[in-house]
C-alpha cells in the first residue's frame, strides 16, 4: 500500500481457496514527478491469465510486464490511444508466444488497465475483469464484461443476468488467442475528490456483490478495503485467484478540467508578438505624426506615413516564434465507449451488517476449534464496537467494526497456518 497527499492506492492478490497458482497479475505505475504526471498520469492494470499449466500466468504476467512499459514509452499519441496501442501490441506478442510452443497454445489473459490523468480517468479494457468508480456512494462500473451473459444481454436477448441459467464465466474476448483483437476505451471521466476506483478479477465479482463492494469503499481506507475484499472472497469460498487494487482521489492538484490541454509556458506565441509590434507600430506612428505635425514639415509627414505603413506590414506579416506544440489528450478527441455500464446506490444496511456479523461469529468459532493463539481481546473490542453502533443504528460505523474485526482475525489465522 502506498499514499501521498494526493492519491491512496493499494494492491491485493491472493492464489484463493481452491487454486494451486496464482494466474493474476497486476502492475501500479505512479508518475514520479508533475511533469510525468500531466504527461501520461498513474496507471494500474489487473489481468487474469486463461490456459493450462503456466500458460495463463505468462500470459498476464506479459501483458503487466509490457503493457505500461510501451505506453510510457508511446508519447507520440494521446493517452487513450497509447493505451490502445500498447493492449492492442501486447495482444500480438501474446498470440505469437502462444504460437511458437505447443505447451502455451491458446493462453490468454484478461487485461483491465486505469489511467488517472488530468482530463479524467481513461479505461482501455478486454475481458470480464473490471473498473468501478465511487463516488459519493454510488458505484458505477466503467467497463463492460465480455462474457456471453452480457453480450447476450446487450443483444437483448434478456434484461436481468440473474434470471437465467448460463455460466457467468464464459468470455468472448481476451487477450492471446487472436491476432487482433478491439480494445474497449471509456472516458475520460473526470476526477473530483473522494472518486474511489477499484479495478479486480472476476475472482472478486464472483463472490461479492457490488452494493457491498460499494459499501466497503466508502467505509474503509484503500487498504483495508482491498484486503477485507479479499477475505470476503475467500471467505464464500475463494474458487478463483483473487486480485483488487484501489485508488482513491484526495488532493485538488489532480482535479483538471475535462478537455483542457496542458500548454504551459506554451502555446502559439504568434499573437503575443504581433500585438506586441503592432503596439509599437502605434506608437511609432503616433510619435512620428506629432513631431511631423509640429514641424509642418509636408515631405518628413508623407515619409513618416509611409514609415509607419512599411513597419505595420512586417509586424502583420511576421511568423510567430514556434513553441512545442501542446500535449494532445484523450479528451482532446471524442468521448469513449459508453460507460458507466451499470450504476449502483450502495448503503450500509441492517442486512449486510448481520452477514458480517455471522462471518465474524463462524471465524471466531473455527480459530477456538484449531486452538490458535489469537489476540482475542482485540477482537473482541472490535465486535463490542460494532454492536455498540447497532445499537445507535450507525450501519456504516458497525460495517466499519466488523470489517476490522474479520480482517484482523484473517490476518491472524493466515500466520497461524504458515
Not at 111 to 137: F, I, M, N, Q, W
Not at 185 to 208: A, K, Q, R, W
Not at 324 to 340: L, N, W
Amino acid at each position: 500500500m502506498a499514499s501521498n497527499n494526493a492519491l491512496q492506492h493499494a494492491a491485493v492478490t491472493d492464489v484463493g481457496m481452491r487454486r494451486s497458482n496464482n494466474q493474476d497479475n497486476h502492475a501500479v505505475v505512479i508518475a514520479g514527478d508533475g511533469g510525468q504526471w500531466r504527461e501520461r498520469g498513474h496507471l494500474f492494470l489487473v489481468a487474469d491469465g486463461m490456459g493450462a499449466h503456466a500458460a495463463g500466468e505468462l500470459a498476464s504476467k506479459m501483458a503487466a510486464d509490457g503493457i505500461p512499459l510501451k505506453y510510457f514509452k508511446d508519447r507520440d499519441l494521446p493517452p487513450a490511444e497509447a493505451l490502445r496501442s500498447s493492449v492492442r501490441d501486447l495482444n500480438a506478442q501474446i498470440h505469437s508466444r502462444g504460437e511458437s510452443n505447443l505447451e502455451f497454445k491458446g493462453m490468454g489473459t484478461t487485461c483491465t488497465v486505469l489511467a488517472l490523468l488530468p482530463e479524467g480517468a481513461v479505461v482501455a479494457h478486454v475481458g470480464d475483469s473490471r473498473a468501478y468508480r465511487l463516488r459519493k456512494g454510488k458505484l458505477e462500473q466503467l467497463s463492460f464484461d465480455h462474457s456471453l451473459v452480457w453480450e447476450l444481454q446487450a443483444a437483448g436477448d434478456f434484461r436481468d443476468a440473474d434470471t437465467i441459467h448460463l455460466p457467468k464465466n464464459i468470455i468472448t474476448r481476451s487477450l492471446g488467442p487472436n491476432s487482433n483483437v478491439d480494445v474497449d476505451l471509456e472516458g475520460p471521466f473526470p476526477l473530483e475528490l473522494g472518486d474511489t476506483f477499484l479495478l479486480c478479477s472476476d475472482g472478486l465479482t464472483g463472490e461479492v456483490k457490488d452494493d457491498e463492494i460499494g459499501v466497503i469503499l466508502e467505509c474503509l481506507p484503500p487498504e483495508e478495503a482491498a484486503r477485507v475484499l479479499v477475505d470476503l472472497a475467500n471467505l464464500r469460498g475463494g474458487p478463483d485467484n483473487i486480485t483488487v487494487l484501489v485508488a482513491k482521489v484526495n488532493g485538488a492538484e489532480l482535479i483538471g478540467k475535462p478537455g483542457e490541454i496542458d500548454d504551459r509556458g506554451g502555446g502559439s506565441s504568434g499573437g503575443t508578438v504581433r500585438s506586441l509590434l503592432w503596439m509599437l507600430c502605434a506608437a511609432s506612428a503616433a510619435a512620428t505624426c506629432g513631431a511631423l505635425i509640429a514641424q509642418a514639415s509636408l515631405e518628413l509627414l508623407v515619409g513618416g506615413i509611409v514609415g509607419t505603413v512599411l513597419f505595420g506590414l512586417f509586424a502583420l506579416l511576421a511568423k510567430p516564434i514556434p513553441k512545442p506544440p501542446p500535449r494532445r489528450t484523450a479528451a482532446s478527441g471524442s468521448r469513449y465507449g459508453k460507460g458507466p455500464h451499470t450504476s449502483r446506490q450502495c448503503t450500509a444496511n441492517g442486512r449486510m451488517v448481520a452477514d458480517l456479523a455471522k462471518m465474524a461469529v463462524q471465524l471466531r468459532e473455527a480459530a477456538a476449534e484449531q486452538d490458535w493463539s489469537i489476540d482475542w481481546q482485540r477482537f473482541e473490542a472490535d465486535l463490542h464496537a460494532a454492536e455498540a453502533a447497532i445499537e445507535e443504528k450507525n450501519h456504516a460505523a458497525a460495517v466499519q467494526a466488523y470489517c476490522h474485526a474479520i480482517s484482523f482475525l484473517m490476518s491472524e489465522l493466515r500466520h497461524q497456518g504458515g
